[in-house]
């Protein structure tokens, strides 16, 4: 064989790149765009580069994984590269700190993609939902179905190529609306007035909806002794008082026992993604609002961030003080809403709840005040906040944090921590080693409770976190009492943050920098920006082609992937335990399924 | 210039209103202190409004403003409403608090079928009343409306507590005018169940069959692949033979429940 033959048959590895020396032929690429790195991959060899970055970069948390579909991509960046899909994945490492390993594996149509679950087994709600919403089928994952719509839907929704049924245009402004205001009712054009599509062909009355195998319905079987024992499958859910929501505990139980648990969710996915790739910009933050409803200013406050990063603005002194200040009354809201119904699951049903949420509307009065809305502040903006406090607004804040919310935190520890119930449901129950939950990508309030002291506002400080002085709790139990407790403890220390903050705050000041307006065209590039939001790290994630859309949105929403922990952590414990259990991992469904 | 005077609703219905009909029903004068007359109707509906048991059912954002209504502060105790029932066989009131997507509308339906009657239905916000900012989107139902009755309707994103406790008043109105003679409970013959939606390529009603089938396997289906087209095609009325089916489905459903 000449040499010339070898070099086309197996490529040269340039040992310029990255992590090429450990892992030959992993790495295939770079690409350099004006804003993040990424790194391209090669398939095959993803899985020893992923066990290398775990093992020997100390890259042991893999955040997010999502996937864009670069078929209708304008920019010059992606010119040349034939593959329509690339699967992205995030890697941070919870031991240095410090910012991410970006990886793409670019995947052509109907190819595999090697899963990441036997690496990191955290994948696997991510990877499924890659699954369904792109249809990129990943080789070796132990449960490949849909998760956020359901069985049997047709099309697979993020594709670029897949139009809902209310389509009218690829992005907005729309025609019709803009600048007439007129409006085509699009139910019209439907003869059943509904924004339903159905494949042509299809037969509705020999529908039989496809038959799933779910994992809980083959669980280990376990006699007790010679007594036989038949477990059952019970359902929880959608429609449950413990579930916070529209969330489904399918659960295989012995007696009480439960065997094995299995999350079914996607009761309020309403596409956020594929809305938000045909918004403005602009459009997206009040759809941000909207993820996790309980913390708006958080979800704004990383948007925020994603987007300033492809943008290059600089906020201003007093907008970054405003934006801490909002961010940390949320976390205290988040986090006293989070004990309230803790306690709600363990069965003091109301009374703790009504005590923890009662500051909480001393903190929205405040939100009103600023935003103009309660619950959906849509405060934030490129390049600061839409609007200044108002006079006499940070007096209400100092009064409200020098002086009621530490006694109200202090209230809810008087009656709480002590309580033997408490104790007795909580010590011990739900336990989960920190190195499964970090295996299983568990972030936030979640893995501090399991002893390890991550934080992103330490390790990879935003906005101005490295100014204060706050410390990062950490309880080493990992059950729902450690769980109930570092929530205080957090809300304390955001009580801290913000005494600081409202001491250090600029009297005066700009609050919005950056050149404004509602239109602007970031540069071509991906950015992603995470926040140390109450529920563990969110992360968005956005691709522009430079154009007035984003090309892609993506939110790794905190709530979703922690869920990947309940099964673990509930099998063993009985069914009452499993609802203190997902209470303690505090999930918002509207940011679970997006 | 001419005025005409503005007559109200409730002045029209001021016969049923009116709180005693002494005018018209002379009690005694030493039976005054202990003998009051009103209609039937009054104390059947006071009764009925005044312990409104709403459903515990969140669906999204909706449902922390609903829970906020019944803390402390806004204290929904005050109209009696303050026990909210997870089971639908206990609940008056069904609080539809969010956006309705299609995977969870078969469980909505299922949920409203339980609910015993005397029932309601309130659409809380944007999403439930209409789709909201949330319309678009191809698993996002375009308001609960299009498969169960609405009785009140309650406009915000989220709507304000203040906004639910309108709301909840005017469903109050809304009982006060019933009458128990017209009421649809008391009449014959049990009252029907909605066909619950089914999740097929994409959700379907029951009773849209036909409409469905003329669009995916006629030749206009064939075309246009099922998808939005050109014309602009009108809902047309249920035909004879899909009633039929749905009530022969309906009756095969009731002769299941009978007790045996």
Redesign the interface.
């Known amino acids: 064989m000449t040499e010339a033959t070898m070099v086309a048959t197996a490529p040269a590895v340039d040992s310029s790149l990255p992590y090429n020396d450990a892992v030959p032929g992993a790495v295939v690429g770079e690409w350099a765009t004006d804003t993040d790195k990424a790194l391209f991959v090669a398939p095959d060899k993803l899985l020893a580069l992923l066990t290398h970055l775990r093992d020997k970069e100390q890259y042991d948390l893999l955040s997010s994984v999502t996937c864009v579909d670069y078929s209708a991509y304008k920019g010059k960046a992606r010119a040349g590269i034939p593959e329509r899909f690339d699967v992205v994945y995030h890697l941070y490492s919870t031991k240095k700190g410090g910012g991410p390993v970006r990886l793409h594996v670019r995947v052509p149509d109907d190819e595999t993609v090697p899963s990441a679950t036997s690496v990191y087994p955290g994948a696997n709600l991510q990877e499924r939902e890659v699954y369904d919403l792109f249809g990129i089928k990943f080789e070796g994952h132990p449960n490949l179905r849909r998760v ?3 069985e ?3 099309g697979h ?1 993020l594709r670029k190529d897949w ?6 245009e690829e992005a907005k402004p729309f025609k019709s609306r803009h600048p007439t205001g007129g409006y085509h009712w ?20 020999s ?1 039989q ?1 496809p038959v799933t195998y779910v994992p809980v319905s083959q669980a280990p079987h376990h006699g007790f002794g010679e007594l036989d024992t038949q477990s059952i499958v019970i359902n929880l859910g ?4 413990s579930t916070h ?2 969330f489904r505990m399918l659960t295989r139980m012995e007696g009480e026992t439960i065997l094995a648990l299995e999350p079914e969710m ?6 956020h993604e ?2 938000g790739e ?1 918004n403005t910009w602009l459009m997206n933050m ?2 941000t609002d ?1 993820l996790d ?2 913390n708006s200013m958080s979800n704004n406050l990383g948007y925020a961030l994603a987007v300033e990063k492809l943008l290059n603005i600089e906020v201003p002194e007093r907008a970054q003080y405003i934006r801490v200040i909002m961010a940390e009354l949320t976390r205290i809201i988040n986090h006293t809403w989070s004990i309230g119904f803790i306690l709600n699951d363990l069965g003091a049903l109301q009374t703790p ?2 005590y923890a ?2 500051e ?2 001393m903190i929205l009065d405040l939100f009103e005040e600023v935003s103009g809305a ?3 502040c849509n405060y934030m903006r490129f390049g600061g906040v839409v609007r200044d406090l108002t006079p006499g607004w940070e007096e209400r804040a100092k009064y409200l944090v020098h002086d009621r919310l530490p006694r109200a935190l202090d209230q809810l520890d008087e009656l709480l921590s002590g309580n033997e119930i408490v104790k007795a449901r909580g010590r011990g129950v739900g336990y989960l080693p920190a190195e499964d939950l970090i295996a299983l990508s568990v972030s936030g309030p979640m893995i501090r409770a399991a002893g390890i002291p991550y934080d992103i506002r330490k390790v990879e400080p935003y906005c101005i976190y490295d100014r204060f002085d706050f410390d990062i709790p950490t309880l080493p139990e990992s059950d729902i009492y450690a769980r109930y407790y570092i929530r205080l403890l957090e809300a304390r220390e955001s009580v801290k943050i913000l005494q600081q903050a409202l001491r250090d705050i600029p009297k005066k000041g700009e609050v919005l920098g950056g050149k404004g307006g509602y239109t602007f065209r970031p540069v071509e590039g991906e950015a992603y920006a995470r926040v140390e939001a109450p529920k563990g790290e969110l992360g968005y994630f956005v691709v522009s082609d430079n154009k007035a859309n984003p090309y892609r949105y993506h939110v790794r929403s905190p709530s979703f992937i922690n869920l990947n922990a309940l099964g673990p952590m509930s099998v063993g414990y009985k069914v009452a335990d499993a609802v203190v259990i997902l209470g303690a991992i505090d999930i918002v ?2 940011e679970v ?1 997006r | 210039m001419t005025t005409t005077p503005v007559v109200k609703f409730s002045e029209l219905k001021q016969e049923q209103l009116s709180e005693f009909l002494h005018d018209r029903i002379q009690v005694p004068e030493d039976l005054q202190a202990n003998v009051m007359v009103t209609t039937l109707d009054k104390v059947y509906n006071w009764s009925r409004k005044s312990s409104m048991w709403p459903l ?6 909706c ?3 609903m ?2 209504t019944a ?3 806004y204290d929904l105790a005050r109209f009696g409403m303050e026990v909210m029932r ?1 089971s639908p066989r206990q609940s008056d009131l069904m609080i539809v608090s ?2 309705v ?4 509308v078969p ?2 339906v299922r ?1 409203y079928n339980q609910m015993a009657e005397p029932r309601y239905v309130l659409s809380m916000g944007a999403c439930a009343t209409g ?1 909201g ?10 308001g609960i409306d ?1 498969y169960i009755p609405v009785d009140v309707y309650v406009p915000g ?2 709507p ?1 507590p203040e906004a639910l406790i309108y709301g909840l008043l005017k469903l109050h109105e809304k009982v006060e005018r019933q009458s128990i003679t017209t009421v649809p409970w008391y009449r014959k013959g049990a009252s029907e169940a909605i066909p619950v939606p ?8 029951p009773r ?2 036909q ?7 006629g030749s206009a ?2 075309a ?6 050109k014309a ?5 009325p249920i035909p004879e033979d899909v009633k039929a089916r749905i009530h022969a489905a309906q009756a095969k459903y009731r002769a299941q429940k009978q007790p045996a």
């Open positions: 956020l719509t359901w049997g839907f047709h929704p139009k809902e049924a209310y389509y009218e699009h139910e019209d054009k439907l003869p059943w007035g509904d924004n339903n599509t159905y494949p042509a062909g299809w037969d509705p009355d529908w909806e959608p429609h449950h008082p929501g529209v996607g009761y309020l996915h309403r596409n594929k809305i045909r009040p759809f909207r409803y309980i709840a009504l949420i009662e909480r509307e309660r619950l959906m469904l509207g399924d | 515990l059912f969140g669906l999204a954002c449902a922390i403003e829970i906020a803390a402390s502060r997870p969010g956006t997507t299609k995977k969870m469980a909505i949920i789709g900012p949330f319309k678009e989107g191809y698993t996002v139902v375009s299009k994103c989220p304000t089914v999740l097929g390529p994409d959700i379907f009603d849209k069959v409409i469905i089938k003329e669009q995916t396997l289906g064939a246009k692949g099922g998808a939005a087209g602009r095609l009108q809902p047309q």
